[in-house]
């Protein structure tokens, strides 16, 4: 029997265009959900009290295995307090981390710990999103084609964590010595699935991966997680957890059909701030530069230098020069891989860190100053850090956006006036059609040609 005041889900994103990810997922398909940007006050928790899933947005995609230990432990006692049927440590659907930073297998033993389990399920495949698993083996789309994950155009590149292993098991295997076991595609086909997958989780502690590839594998593995919750309630894994269960609970008559949603229309002017340093965000700023937006380039390493209070004061002031002419603007620190600054942005010595936090104080400002009703941060990394410059604590989900599934536009809670109410889009650095800046000004309808 599902206690009707406990949540179905409650989830940690490891970064924040993550668990905005997780959060749309849910929303679109019935699941009312609240995305907190930190453990909220009795207060803050009580104005979303029909939530069925509540999440916990986190950095811990950029950190380190010791920062992990000091803050997704408390992180994840509080979520297992909450009493959700399952508790889902969410990471991108690129499964792009290291054994020193953003370390899943780190992640894994800290929640096995906290919720008492011998074995930790693991979903990353997500077809919603172009990614597919198959024999344990990561695949992810690119431009209309689909890669292995160690030979994809950019995930192969990643400037902090690239990925040069496409088998997950032995990515993961770096990160942690438990033991990976795989339910692969042709055991979700088998009669006896769930009794070996019994098997696999009798065998000792460990990880137990499953594949999926479409439509037909993600239903039995989100069947098996429903199934296994009683005994493994805590799971890792992309938005593919969300897409899997969301089919288990329909079935057993838990959620309804889809959530309407109002467009909310243009906004005149809108200000973007992007410290990604993707093709696809560099390909998504000059379409938007061609479609009416002003682009200002900032150095990135002014930004997190000794100069960087002159530099944000700058930075803030050409910002306002646009707004007040009535144009949108992008502030930006890099435009493709090649303009990354590599070794001198390491995270190990805060510098990505500070950039976010910059670009978040510039947005600040920019908000403010111009009472601006919409703005978008572009980069995942990024994102975790900048939006916590605007004294938001929890996101709804506004208008999913199907064109580009995982990165909505959604809506800031906030006791400051400024931001709350404000319409915002956190986009990852691979997410989003190239007119995606231009989506978020028309409010999800295509912008007209110019």
Same mark, same amino acid.
């Given at each position: ?239 593919? =957890? &969300?897409?899997?269960? /969301?089919?288990?609970?329909?079935? !057993? %008559?838990?959620?309804?059909? #889809?959530? $309407? ?105 920019? =908000? &403010?100053?111009?009472? /601006?009703?919409?703005?978008?941060? !572009? %980069?995942?990394?990024?994102? #975790?850090? $900048? ?64």
């Amino acid at each position: 029997m599902l206690d009707p005041h406990a949540p179905l889900l409650a989830f940690y994103g490891d970064d924040l265009t993550g668990s905005t990810d997780a959060m749309e997922a849910l929303a679109q398909h019935g699941v009312p959900t609240v995305l907190f940007m930190q453990q909220p006050t009795v207060e803050q928790r009580a104005r979303f009290s029909e939530a069925r899933a509540i999440g916990l947005a986190g950095t811990s995609r950029s950190e380190t295995p010791d920062w992990m230990q000091r803050h997704l432990t408390p992180a994840f006692a509080w979520l297992h307090g909450l009493g959700a049927e399952i508790c889902h440590y969410k990471v991108c659907s690129t499964f792009d981390s290291s054994p020193e930073i953003g370390s899943i297998g780190c992640a894994i033993e800290i929640g096995a710990e906290i919720f008492g389990q011998a074995n930790v399920p693991l979903v990353i495949g997500a077809p919603e999103l172009k990614r597919y698993t198959a024999f344990g083996t990561l695949f992810a789309a690119y431009q209309g084609a689909t890669y292995r994950i160690d030979r994809h155009p950019v995930m192969s590149r990643h400037p902090v964590t690239p990925m040069h292993e496409a088998d997950l098991r032995l990515h993961l295997a770096r990160q942690t010595e438990r033991r990976i076991a795989l339910v692969d595609l042709a055991m979700l086909a088998a009669d006896d699935r769930s009794a070996r997958v019994d098997a696999l989780l009798a065998a000792g502690d460990g990880v137990v991966m499953f594949d999926v590839a479409d439509a037909r594998t993600q239903a039995a593995v989100g069947q098996e997680l429903w199934r296994l919750r009683r005994k493994a309630s805590f799971v890792v894994g992309s938005s593919g =957890v &969300e897409y899997a269960l /969301l089919g288990a609970w329909r079935a !057993a %008559g838990l959620i309804g059909g #889809s959530m $309407a949603f109002q467009h909310p229309g243009r906004a005149e002017r809108i200000a973007v701030v992007s410290g990604s340093c993707s093709p696809t965000t560099a390909r998504q700023i000059s379409h938007a530069v061609d479609h009416g937006f002003i682009g200002l380039h900032i150095d990135a390493q002014s930004l997190s230098g000794p100069d960087r209070e002159t530099a944000i004061a700058n930075a803030i002031d050409r910002g306002l020069a646009v707004l007040q002419t009535g144009r949108s603007v992008i502030l930006y620190t890099a435009l493709g891989p090649e303009s990354d600054l590599g070794a001198s942005l390491d995270p190990a010595q805060g510098g990505r860190h500070a950039i976010g936090v910059a670009l978040g104080r510039i947005l600040r400002r920019l =908000v &403010e100053a111009e009472t /601006l009703t919409r703005a978008v941060i !572009a %980069g995942g990394d990024t994102s #975790s850090h $900048a939006l916590r410059e605007l004294d938001v604590f929890a996101l709804e989900t506004k208008l999913p956006l199907p064109q580009t599934p995982g990165s909505p536009l959604c809506k800031a809670f906030s006791d400051q006036a400024a931001f709350d109410g404000l319409e915002i889009a956190l986009k990852g650095g691979q997410v989003g059609n190239d007119d995606y800046f231009c989506l978020i000004r028309e409010g999800g309808a295509s912008a007209p040609t110019p």
